[in-house]
């Protein structure tokens, strides 16, 4: 079993920064592929990073790219996700996510997560 738990999210202006954390209970921690996905009201949550088990590769939906990056400290047991120049539209709830049998392509699927957190609020105001 995995247990996640968010921390980091809060109000922020458009073009502001914040920076998430997410701290994993799971043993071997680099043996998991990590990931965070985000949901706004009425929408179905999506991909917005993950980096393969082992830390080979990160990955980022088009949407952030260049604004958002994934980072993970194994030694704490902890991802990270700094996000800069937020907008807006990056207002949703930030979920962490784990798993440890996913495949590159398996990635940005939430379905194939078997972990998640409870999630941490981000709000960017205009």
């Known amino acids: 079993q995995v247990q996640l738990v968010e921390s980091g999210g809060g109000v922020v202006p458009a073009g502001g920064s914040l920076r998430l954390s997410c701290k994993a209970s799971g043993q071997p921690f680099n043996a998991y592929s990590m990931g965070w996905f985000r949901q706004a009201p009425g929408n179905e949550r999506e991909f917005v990073a993950a980096?393969?088990?082992?830390?080979?590769?990160?990955y980022y939906a088009n949407s952030v790219k260049g604004r958002f990056t994934m980072s993970r400290d194994n030694a704490k047991n902890t991802v990270y996700l700094q996000m800069d120049s937020l907008k807006p539209e990056d207002t949703a709830v930030y979920y962490c996510a784990a798993d440890r049998h996913l495949i590159a392509s398996s990635l940005g699927l939430p379905a194939q997560y078997d972990y998640w957190g409870q999630g941490t609020q981000v709000t960017v105001s205009s």
């Open positions: 980096m393969k088990s082992y830390g080979s590769s990160t």
